[in-house]
């Protein structure tokens, strides 16, 4: 099991984010890979049914998949948010898994809680419209949130490179404070800043069983997919419990993030063990959070 060494940790304070290789194995990956598939499998059989596609694509690729029926369908849907899935232990196992939670609490400390956020980023082919304009994750939490640290845990589902929409980051912008932001037409975040100039942007590539943790100040971005194959991606995001936010802007930043998602996030792990959700409060949670958020829908691409 990989531990965040000390070095790691001053690494993650210094540059706002951390790329740690070969976290999970690739049989800790395939529950979240099935369920993906699973999901296509209902977007595929119910766009068959309304006459839109004349095959279901079962044996194309996972990686392959969503993009051809899409394409024959003209459809822009796609699968986003897994929460509303959690009924379903392997995936509340994941969102759990010892990989993330260990390095989490290193960054966070010994409580932490989940945001309900579990959201899958199918990067399409070929699509221009992909391009991420540079952001911090506060943009859109809220300002108040600036004061508290959500971590976002990036994990990729196939290897990723600069052709199909790696993740850029610029080092130690996390440090820059948050900076202004306004909503475009797509209802993306575009800063007002060019802050690529500030910093040289780095291509974080990687490979399936890698793992990004990474700060809500950090600047961040993500280009078109230039392949024939989606980019397959999902994240978590965690902070730390509201009773370890004392200070009142901490209090504002959690009840801006609480705003943010609907629901106020749940405990995951604890020096206390009562105060750990179980599965059925946990499936309880993710009924409340999926009132605001559906299982597919028109989103970012990042």
Known sequence: MPKLTQSDLEAYRHQG???LREGFQQEDLLPIRALISALIEEHAQKLYRAGKLSTLYE?????RRLAMVNEEAKST???LDL????NSPELFNFVRHPVILDCISSLLGSEVA???SFVTRPKLPQNAAATFPWHQDSQYYGEPT????VVSVWIPLVDVDERNGCLYVLPGSHRWGLLKGKRGADNLMITTEAVDK?????ALSMRQGDVLFFSNLIFHTSNPNTTDQVRWSVDLRYVSPIALAPSEHQKQGYSSLCKHYGVAPITVRSRSKQNVASLEQLQTFA???SVQHASIKKDAEL
Do not use: C, V
């Not at 929460?83 to 959690?86: A, E, G």
């Not at 600036?146 to 640290?149: A, K, R, S």
């Not at 500030?198 to 780095?202: D, F, N, V």
């Open 59 to 63: 044996t194309e690729s996972f990686e």
């Open 114 to 116: 989940w945001t309900g």
């Open 83 to 86: 929460t509303p899935r959690l």
């Open 77 to 79: 849907s796609r699968l």
């Open 198 to 202: 500030r910093a040289k942007p780095i």
């Open 146 to 149: 600036q004061h508290l640290h």
């Open 17 to 19: 984010y951390l790329l």
């Open 287 to 289: 009924s409340r959070y």
